[in-house]
């Protein structure tokens, strides 16, 4: 959602991102103003976890079959954060009212307070769709129903959507919005004045390969110990970025031709790679599209195993599931992404329909427009 913001700022809009204490210094950093409200994220884990708790499915939820574990999560993380969010929006929007209030697709403070307070709205997605979306949102009704507040789902399917994947990236089914604006994804920031770690240079391949597990789930170091055990028995460098907690020494684990560390800016990092091995997040399988680089997707959970099926059926990359990851299944898996032309092929052809979506200033404009029609 950068893109987008500082398009609005650099037309003259006043923007304020808000989220959790916790984000405060990251938006901050991409030089945008930042509000709070609302929880940070170990709040809603704990809060989710307290309410999985309270309604006995805590012993329950590893074995629900992924779409159960979707419908919990979106009534006691999704919908209990949405909650504690909304009183805080509403005072700020009494001091700060807003024009257009843009969300993100599982964001739902924002739409409750939109229709509460009578201001447009518009979700901004940030992946391809995933096909259960609508049972999805039918869970979160009761959530505000039940604590006195409009129901934000027909709102939010009605107003406009802010369309960030590319179409042959996107799978069949129906797609319960109806008002769409494409919007060029993002790869990140190639920071100024910053540069690969002078170890880099020091790597003894010619091709070196991408690793992450994300920020939320990587606290897995058996999957990031598979990953690398596999890479060894390639020609194959590889940087891994292991995300908060975790030590960076420990991952690499003393293996030669791994760099390590905990975060690197993967603008900076991608345009020196030929493969991306993740847990398939969106910003991470973005990065590895925008670059036109084969990947190997590792899902987890949430969104994870959706995108990573959105990937596979374009033939940009392969997907592992979580009892499939071990030295061989990665070396076979990555052997395969580097030497089968139709990846690169599958690649190409995704990136350059990337290059043909509205850049953020130009999807700025529609959207606008199109708000201004429906005022």
């Known amino acids: ?3 987008l913001a500082r398009a609005a700022v650099d037309g003259g809009h006043d923007v304020l991102v808000v989220s959790g204490a916790d984000v405060r210094d990251l938006v901050e950093r991409h030089g945008l103003p930042v509000g709070v409200a609302g929880p940070t994220l170990a709040q809603a884990y704990a809060a989710a976890a307290e309410a999985n708790r309270a ?7 590893g074995r629900m079959d992924p779409e159960q574990q979707a419908l919990a999560a979106a009534r006691h993380f999704f919908g209990s954060a949405a909650l504690r969010r909304v009183p ?13 209030i843009v969300h993100d697709t599982l964001e739902l403070a924002g739409p409750t307070v939109a229709e509460v307070a009578g201001i447009p709205h518009a979700t901004h997605s940030y992946g391809p769709l995933v096909l259960e979306t609508r049972l999805f949102a039918a869970s979160f009704t009761p ?4 604590a006195g507040l ?6 939010v399917f009605a107003s406009p959507y802010l369309e960030v994947c590319p179409p042959g990236l996107q799978p069949d089914g129906a797609d319960p919005w109806t008002d769409v604006v494409p919007i060029r994804p993002w790869a990140g ?4 004045g910053e540069s690969l770690p002078a170890e880099f240079a020091g790597l003894p391949h010619a091709s070196t390969v991408y690793l992450t597990l994300g920020t939320v789930t990587n606290q897995q170091p058996e999957v990031f110990a598979a990953v690398l055990d596999g890479c060894a028995r390639l020609p194959v460098n590889v940087v891994v970025t292991t995300g908060p907690g975790v030590d960076p020494e420990t991952v690499a684990g003393g293996r030669p031709a791994v760099l390590a560390r905990p975060y690197l800016p993967q603008a900076l990092v991608l345009p020196h790679c030929s493969a991306v091995v993740s847990h398939c997040g969106a910003g991470s399988m973005f990065g590895a599209l925008v670059h036109a680089l084969p990947q190997l997707c590792l899902p987890q959970g949430t969104d994870q195993p959706s995108n990573a099926a959105a990937v596979a059926k374009a033939g940009v990359g392969l997907v592992l ?8 299944t990665v070396a076979r898996a990555l052997d395969q992404l580097l030497e089968d032309s139709a990846f690169r092929a599958a690649t190409a052809r995704i990136r350059s329909e990337i290059e043909e979506m509205p850049a953020p200033a130009s999807a700025l404009r529609t959207l606008l427009a199109r708000v201004d029609r429906r005022t």
């Open 143 to 146: 959530v505000f129903t039940e």
């Open 1 to 3: 959602m950068v893109p």
């Open 189 to 192: 920031d190639l920071p100024a």
């Open 88 to 100: 805080e929006l509403l005072e700020l929007i009494g001091r700060w009212r807003p024009d257009l």
């Open 55 to 61: 309604a006995g499915l805590a012993a329950e939820f």
């Open 321 to 328: 599931g979580p009892g499939e990851v071990d030295a061989g």
């Open 150 to 155: 409009p129901d934000p789902m027909p709102g």
